[in-house]
């Protein structure tokens, strides 16, 4: 069974910084792309961050210079995100492509949602002004 379990979110003042971190397990084919999502309230859920294996990564024009996508290894990624805006609240998904589709993105790393195959639960980011 394939998971994805997040953790770090929280509540912080303007201008703090939150890590957010994942892991997915269960995926024989490994080689996935994993991605960062969010979705404020009334707002559809849209792209932050997305990274592949050989390190390469897109970020979201909104959090570029303020946000950090990273792999520890295989499966484990983490979202550093500083300055933060109360504009950045929202609830925070990990999400994973399988690793039998990575392939097909060549050298590009989506950020659009009907990509990704695999969704953790969310964890909520709270910023206040």
């Known amino acids: 069974q394939i998971r994805l379990v997040e953790s770090g979110g929280g509540l912080v003042q303007f201008g703090g910084s939150l890590r957010l971190s994942c892991v997915l397990s269960?995926?024989?084919?490994?080689?996935?792309?994993m991605g960062w999502f969010r979705q404020a309230p009334g707002k559809e859920r849209e792209g932050v961050a997305c990274?592949?294996?050989?390190?390469?990564t897109a970020l979201a024009e909104s959090v570029k210079g303020r946000f950090t996508i990273s792999s520890a290894h295989a499966g484990a990624i983490a979202l550093d995100m500083n300055s933060l805006k109360p504009e950045d609240t929202a609830v925070y998904y990990c999400a994973a492509i399988s690793g039998l589709r990575t392939a097909a993105f060549g050298a590009l790393c989506p950020t659009g949602m009907n990509d990704y195959d695999f969704w953790g639960q969310g964890t909520q980011v709270t910023v206040s002004s």
């Open positions: 269960g995926d024989p084919f490994g080689d996935n792309i």
């Open positions: 990274i592949k294996q050989d390190g390469v």
